[in-house]
C-alpha cells in the first residue's frame, strides 16, 4: 500500500534506490515492511557515523533532533540526504517539531530542505540535502 494518497510507493517518494547505504532511526515496523514491498538492493549502516548516502529519523522533540543532525551531517555522503519525520498535529502524538522548527536547526549547519511527504497516516517527511556550495 503506498503511503498518504498519491500512490506513489513510499520507497519512492523517499528517493530511495538500489545500492544506497541506508540509517534508519525510530522507523515504525510499518514503514519498514512498505520500504521491503519495493525490494531495493539497500545496504544498513549501523551508526550514524558509517557515512550513510541516505538517512531517516523519526523524533519527536528538537533537542534529540538537532543531536542526530549533527552527527549525521559531519557523516553522510556529499551528496546524500536525511530524511526527518516528526508526528502530524492531526496525530494526537506531542511534539515540539514543525517544518519551521526542523528548518531552524537543520540551515544553519548547512542543510536545505528539498520535499516534504506524508509518510503514514502520523508521520510526515521533510528531506534535506547539504547546500550545493557546500559540497
Known amino acids: 500500500?503506498?503511503?498518504g494518497c498519491s500512490g506513489t510507493p513510499l520507497a519512492k517518494k523517499l528517493s530511495l534506490r538500489d545500492g544506497q547505504r541506508v540509517w534508519f532511526d525510530?522507523?515504525?515496523e510499518h514503514v519498514i515492511d512498505?520500504?521491503?514491498e519495493y525490494a531495493l538492493e539497500l545496504t544498513f549502516v549501523a551508526a550514524?557515523?558509517?557515512a550513510p548516502d541516505a538517512a531517516h529519523i523519526f523524533v519527536t522533540?528538537?533537542?534529540a533532533m538537532a543531536e542526530k543532525l549533527t552527527v549525521l551531517r559531519e557523516s553522510m555522503a556529499k551528496d546524500?540526504?536525511?530524511w526527518v519525520s516528526w508526528p502530524k498535529q492531526t496525530s494526537g502524538n506531542e511534539t515540539d517539531l514543525t517544518e519551521d522548527t526542523i528548518r531552524e536547526v537543520a540551515l544553519p549547519m548547512g542543510l536545505v530542505d528539498t520535499k516534504v511527504c506524508a509518510v503514514d497516516d502520523i508521520w510526515s517527511g521533510l528531506k534535506l540535502v547539504?547546500?550545493?556550495?557546500?559540497?
Open 1 to 3: 500500500m503506498a503511503a
Open 26 to 28: 525510530g522507523m515504525p
Open 34 to 36: 512498505e520500504i521491503d
Open 48 to 50: 550514524p557515523e558509517d
Open 61 to 63: 522533540d528538537r533537542a
Open 80 to 82: 546524500g540526504h536525511i
Open 130 to 135: 547539504i547546500r550545493k556550495d557546500l559540497r
